[in-house]
C-alpha cells in the first residue's frame, strides 16, 4: 500500500482502520446457498464485515471475482470455497466447505461430458493390440487432419506397437482437470492435467500437462506424439477418441485412436 500523506496546522487522529489495517480472516465471512433450479450450482455472496474486492476458488479448478457469485459442480464431492478479500490495508482469506450430494453431468458440455463420465472419471485404453491389423496407432498424413485417417504405415496393427501398449490414461474433474498415465495395467500412475479447448467447433484440442499419453514414444524411442502436449481432437464420443497430431518426431502426421476400457 502506498501510505496517503496529510498535513495540517492541528494534530490530527485517525483510528487504525483509516489508516488502511491489516484485514483479519475474523472480518470476513461468505454465505452458500444451492440453486434453486439446481442443487449442483451454488451460489456465494460475501457478507464480510470489511469492505473490500471479492475473489474466489471454488475447489473445482475454477476461479470468480465479485460480491456475488455462483460455482457450478457437475461431480459430487466436498470441495473447499476460499474467499480472498482484497481491500486499503492488503489482503485476508477465509474458506468453507461445500458438499455436492450427486452427479449432474448435463452441466458441462458433451465433449468433456464423454471424456470424463462421471464423479468416478473415466479409463481410456488402445483400440487394439499388437499385430492385431487394425487402426489404433500409425502413421498419417502429416498436416492435413482430413488425411488423419489414412495409414502412411500401420505401426500399431502391423508390427510395431508403443512400449506402453497395455497401459491406460484416466481423466476426471472433481476437483480439477485431473490426469492419470499409467504405462502398464501394474505401473504406478504419473499425475498431471489436461486441457479440453471447445471454443472452435473445427478445431476441438486436448492438451496434456505434467504426463505423456499412450503411445507418446514409438517403439524406437522416438517422439510420436505431440512435444507440446496438444492434439487435435478428430472424435470424442462416448465410444472413441481420436487424437492427431500433424507432426512428431518422424515427420509425419500421428493418429492414436482409444475406446473406454473394460
Known sequence: MVPLLVTSCDPQEFDEYELGSQPQESQLDFTMTPSSSNPNIVNFADVSSRPGIANWTFGNGVKG??????????????????????????????????TIEQDDYSLVEPELRNLVSGSEGKDWVFDGTGGDGGLWYFMSENDNPAGHMSPWWNAGGECCPPPDVDGKMHFNIVGGSNYLYYESPTAEPVEGAFSLNLDDPDNITLTFVGANILGHISHEDVVAGSETGTYQVMSITEDKLVLYVPSNGYGTGWTFVFVPAE
Open 65 to 98: 471475482k465479485g460480491s456475488e457469485v455462483a460455482g457450478v459442480y457437475p461431480s459430487k464431492g466436498s470441495y473447499d470455497v476460499v474467499l480472498t478479500l482484497v481491500t486499503d490495508g492488503g489482503y485476508a482469506t477465509v474458506s468453507k466447505r461445500v
